[in-house]
């Protein structure tokens, strides 16, 4: 089993910037696909960013290309989410999953198989 974390959640302004970070334990997640979804209030879980096994090859939503930057560490057993310029609908809760199927970047929610219990992000105008 996999156990994901994430940390780094908070309150901004727009025009802010964040760190998320996902920490996994239970066994090594280096050969897996790491991805970051999100959830506003009253919407479905949307993707935002995967990063393959090596971390060589990104995937990045439109809405967060250019603002946001995924990367991992496979020494350590984590993964990050950059953001920056951040916007009020940037808001919600914020997932990181891992895919022990797949090692490129899915940008779809059944291709993982392990998730995070979620970090909020709350951006004000």
């Known amino acids: 089993q996999v156990q994901l974390v994430e940390s780094g959640g908070g309150l901004v302004q727009a025009g802010d910037s964040l760190t998320l970070d996902c920490a996994a334990s239970?066994?090594?997640?280096?050969?897996?696909?790491m991805g970051w979804f999100r959830q506003a209030p009253g919407k479905e879980r949307e993707f935002v960013a995967a990063?393959?096994?090596?971390?060589?090859?990104?995937s990045y939503a439109d809405s967060v290309k250019d603002r946001f930057t995924v990367s991992r560490e496979n020494a350590k057993n984590t993964g990050s989410l950059h953001m920056n310029s951040l916007k009020p609908e940037d808001t919600g809760v914020y997932y990181c999953?891992?895919?022990?199927?797949?090692?490129?970047?899915?940008?779809?929610?059944?291709?993982?198989?392990?998730w995070g219990q979620g970090t909020q992000v709350t951006v004000s105008s």
């Open positions: 990063i393959n096994w090596t971390g060589g090859t990104t």
């Open positions: 239970g066994r090594t997640v280096s050969n897996y696909a």
């Open positions: 999953a891992v895919s022990s199927t797949i090692r490129t970047t899915p940008r779809v929610r059944w291709a993982y198989d392990y």
